[in-house]
């Protein structure tokens, strides 16, 4: 369970980064929720995350404009069904593209924008929002997963000031690959927050 979501955290916390540097309001609002929540004085830890909610939301929103695999784990037919016209036959194997139905300006007002509050009156329901997988077969890492990249992008926002190394907005481009890294590796500027170096040292 936790080798496959190493590299899934990973790249999800590099897309988040990625979207917080070209949104920098988000990124300060982010920023002003960790200092109103958690203070000055410790660490981010595991017991603040759901008072973290713009912090969760962001996630959220990078999981789903740029979910780490964009295929779901392949599934077979148990029995012929017919699916919004389509006969699928017993025995197919169906794959089910979590990326696209994530975008799908049929499903989603403005599917491309970086908008996290549209996530703030919880998790969103139904089969819209899927980059762990729905159902039985859902990803058993999930609620980890979520905890881990949570953990992570609060203690990257919490001790750090974050910039673009230049004006120019990163480069959003998908790469190639089982999962879904950014084309160009993520490079940022940052200066560590006096107050961390107080709680380092």
């Given at each position: ?20 540097l070209?949104?920098?309001?988000a990124l300060?609002k ?38 780490a ?37 049929n ?95």
């Amino acid at each position: 369970m936790l080798i496959p979501g190493t590299n899934t955290v990973v790249i999800t916390l590099e897309w988040s980064m990625s979207l917080l540097l070209n949104n920098p309001n988000a990124l300060q609002k982010s920023k002003s929720e960790l200092d109103i929540h958690i203070g000055y004085d410790r660490l981010l830890d595991e017991t603040d995350l759901p008072k973290l909610l713009h912090l969760l939301n962001v996630i959220s929103k990078t999981l789903r404009l740029n979910p780490a695999t964009h295929l779901l784990i392949p599934h077979v037919s148990s029995d012929h069904c017919n699916i919004l016209g389509y006969d699928i036959p017993k025995d197919t194997m169906l794959l089910v593209n979590a990326w696209a139905i994530q975008r799908d300006r049929n499903v989603w007002d403005e599917a491309t924008s970086f908008k996290p509050e549209r996530f703030e009156s919880g998790r969103i329901k139904g089969s819209k929002m899927m980059p762990f997988g729905l159902g039985r077969r859902a990803c058993p890492r999930m609620d980890l997963g979520l905890r881990v990249a949570g953990l992570a992008l609060g203690s990257l926002i919490q001790c750090f000031e974050w910039r673009r190394v230049s004006e120019k907005e990163i480069d959003m481009t998908e790469g190639n690959g089982l999962n879904l890294p950014k084309a160009e590796p993520l490079q940022a500027s940052y200066k560590v927050h006096s107050t961390t170096k107080k709680l380092l040292s």
